[in-house]
């Protein structure tokens, strides 16, 4: 199964085989090898790791001279190739850094590649990769002859400027560079126009949406306080009850019946008739001293 990545790049520009006749003078027999190669080991193979050293040396054999003609072709559908595999591996985030090694600048690069590079880093979302690279080659004079120029220009707003909320630098490119056409100046105008609509709508909407969850966040924590409150007055009603009961012990008989309870245990035989006085007592004791904890009115003494 393919990446995400990678299935965007898929079909959208056909990597050139050694087979197809070249223009110009001719190019080297080794890199238009190793294009061959790599491009099997690509959709065959699918050795994408190989097929990436593949472009790489054949780059390198063509050296910096590979600037028109055929040699310019070959390198450019190495890069794509190579652009490709790395997609294939997950490597995306070095397709960049990677084309421009061979490139060196982003104004010398070929549009088939700059069109790649928009539509790989719009689609993994990170379309601010694109941003410098793209303004520099598009405001470039040379690069405004060729006759790819409408398209990218339209690709780089629809997929960099305006998802980044770019809309001045965007009119700005739109009204700065010499579009042939003029009814594709007005209809990327009004995309512009349209594009930074929805954005306004969107955050007013996002702001609307957070500010009713702080609204509800904050009638949450109020009832959750409400309640904290309650039950913290019940509770020191609660204590305070309880203090009151504690307050009832008599504490004086409860010392009594424990030095008796103490007697009869330790100094005195429970089984002879001598200790059974002491532990009537006892017991009267502990049914007064229980009688004043348990019930919330405290009862008339008892009388001896």
């Known amino acids: 199964m393919r990446s995400e990545p990678a299935a965007v790049l898929s079909g959208a520009v056909e990597p050139l085989r050694s087979s197809e006749p070249l223009a110009g003078p001719p190019v080297s027999a080794q890199a238009a090898s190793l294009l061959e190669e790599a491009t099997d080991l ?6 994408f790791a190989a097929a990436v050293e593949r472009c790489e040396a054949g780059c390198d054999s063509l050296g910096p001279a590979a600037g028109t003609g055929s040699s310019a072709e070959v390198k450019c559908s190495l890069c794509i190739v190579g652009i490709q595999a790395l997609a294939e591996m997950n490597r995306w985030r070095e397709v960049l850094s990677w084309v421009l090694q061979y490139y060196h600048v982003p104004e010398h690069l070929p549009p088939k590649i700059l069109e790649l590079c928009i ?6 979302r990170e379309p601010q990769v694109m941003l410098e690279v793209g303004s520099s080659w598009l405001r470039d004079i040379t690069n405004k002859s060729l006759s790819e120029y ?41 995309t512009i126009c349209e594009s930074q609509c929805q954005w306004t709508q969107q955050e007013e909407m996002h702001s609307a949406a957070e500010e ?16 904290l409150l309650t039950m913290l007055t019940l509770l020191r009603r609660a204590l305070r009850s309880m203090s009151s009961h504690f307050y009832l012990i008599p504490y004086k008989k409860m010392l009594l019946a424990a030095f008796m309870l103490y007697l009869v245990v330790v100094r005195l035989d429970p089984a002879s008739p001598m200790s059974l006085p002491f532990l009537y007592r006892l017991v009267q004791l502990f049914r007064q001293a229980c009688a004043a904890v348990c019930s919330p009115i405290r009862r008339p003494p008892v009388q001896d």
């Open 42 to 47: 690509l959709v065959l193979h699918r050795d």
């Open 212 to 227: 009713q969850q702080d609204t509800t966040r904050e009638t949450v924590l109020g009832a959750l306080s409400q309640k």
């Open 150 to 190: 409408g398209s990218l220009l339209e690709l780089y707003l629809l997929r960099v400027l305006l998802p980044l909320g770019q809309f001045e630098g965007a009119e700005d490119l739109v009204r700065g560079c010499d579009v042939s056409d003029s009814v594709q100046q007005l209809a990327l105008l009004k």
């Open 119 to 124: 539509l790989l880093y719009s689609r993994v």
